[in-house]
């Protein structure tokens, strides 16, 4: 199993460009979560997904869109990126009990200029 | 809503000393908690979890904590630290709640630093 994989590592953008994040799970987990980690202030959640067609905001959602066509896949879609967008983002899946470990992806490391 | 609070944003300990972190958390309702440590460049790794039953939960590499329900507190130990322990650790706390589907809320991460 290759896990939670993230694509791309490393990513510098423009003010008011967009991207996709993209984020894929081979463990068949119904939940999956988008984070994103600023120094200091631990991971906070932007939005996240119970199952395919389902999902809804976290702590942070301003400036960032998702959808879940498929149980595998969670893009992240930042329509016009601003510099307050710069971060490192983590994407994590686990099965749809509360108790169960996340399992996190290696991170996406994103710069907004 | 809960919350997470970890004492301490770095902490220094040297090899072979107790390594110590400090967590307490505020939950209306009765909470799963959890420890994870992220080494440089990497996501998130599961140290331990509680959830319910025994109060002292042991993880990898050594690490264990102990749930104490009247301090609101999931302190993090290791009795002897490795070189290899330095990362930054992270505690967690979702509901055991159905609609809060698990959510889990991290708190701001300890760094942690061995020394020689």
């Known amino acids: 199993n290759a896990g939670v994989t993230q694509t791309p590592k490393f990513q510098v953008l423009k003010t008011g460009q967009s991207m996709t994040l993209q984020c894929a799970q081979d463990m068949n987990h119904e939940y999956m979560s988008w984070y994103r980690q600023d120094p200091g202030m631990g991971l906070r959640l932007i939005h996240y997904?119970?199952?395919?067609?389902?999902?809804d905001q976290g702590e942070v959602p301003n400036g960032y869109n998702v959808s879940r066509s498929t149980t595998e896949d969670f893009p992240l879609r930042l329509l016009s990126a601003a510099p307050s967008q710069t971060s490192v983002y983590f994407c994590?899946?686990?099965?749809?009990?509360?108790?169960?470990?996340?399992?996190f992806g290696p991170g996406t490391r994103l710069t907004v200029l | 809503a809960q919350s997470v609070t970890q004492l301490g944003s770095h902490v220094s300990v040297s090899e072979g000393a107790l390594v110590l972190l400090r967590c307490n958390y505020s939950s209306s309702v009765p909470p799963y908690l959890f420890w994870y440590v992220q080494y440089p460049n990497q996501g998130l790794q599961l140290l331990l979890k509680?959830?319910?039953?025994?109060?002292l939960v042991k993880g990898i590499n050594g690490f264990e904590a102990e749930f104490k329900k009247s301090e609101t507190s999931f302190h993090l130990t290791k009795p002897s630290a490795h070189m290899s322990d330095a990362a930054e650790y992270f505690c967690a706390v979702s509901l055991m709640t159905t609609d809060s589907w698990g959510k889990l809320q991290f708190g701001a991460g300890t760094q942690v630093v061995v020394t020689p």
């Open positions: 509680y959830t319910t039953g025994a109060t």
């Open positions: 997904s119970v199952g395919a067609g389902i999902t």
């Open positions: 994590a899946s686990r099965g749809l009990a509360s108790y169960n470990e996340q399992f």
